[in-house]
Nanobody, 125 residues
């Protein structure tokens, strides 16, 4: 059974920072963490889930426009873990953040068969 477990969410003041983590286990049938693109998505109250950032198997990166320059996605293959370093947080970043495992090496050409349960990030003074 594939599991994606996020952690690191919480309450932070505007301008603050948080780092989210996602540990992946159970990939099989030719899929490995090392060969999978990974991503972060978020869903704010009353809104659709939206893309935040993704990283391909070989380190290629892409970000949603409003987080570029403030958020950094990274991966440590030896730990089956991805991270999302979030700086200069503002109230508009408040959402449930979800980790996603793509079905292939590249986020540009793969569907997302696996999701985490989400971790809440609240930005408030």
């Amino acid at each position: 059974q594939v599991q994606l477990v996020e952690s690191g969410g919480g309450l932070v003041q505007p301008g603050g920072s948080l780092t989210l983590s996602c540990v992946v286990s159970g990939l099989r049938s030719g899929r490995t963490f090392r060969s999978s693109a990974m991503g972060w998505f978020r869903q704010a109250p009353g809104k659709e889930r939206e893309f935040v950032a993704a990283i391909s198997w070989n380190g290629g990166l892409t970000y949603e426009g409003s987080v570029e320059g403030r958020f950094t996605i990274s991966r440590v293959d030896a730990k089956n873990t991805i991270y999302l370093q979030m700086n200069s947080l503002n109230v508009e970043d408040t959402a449930v953040y979800y980790c996603a495992a793509y079905g292939g090496r590249y986020y540009t050409s793969s569907a997302i068969p696996n999701w985490g349960q989400g971790t809440q990030v609240t930005v408030a003074s």
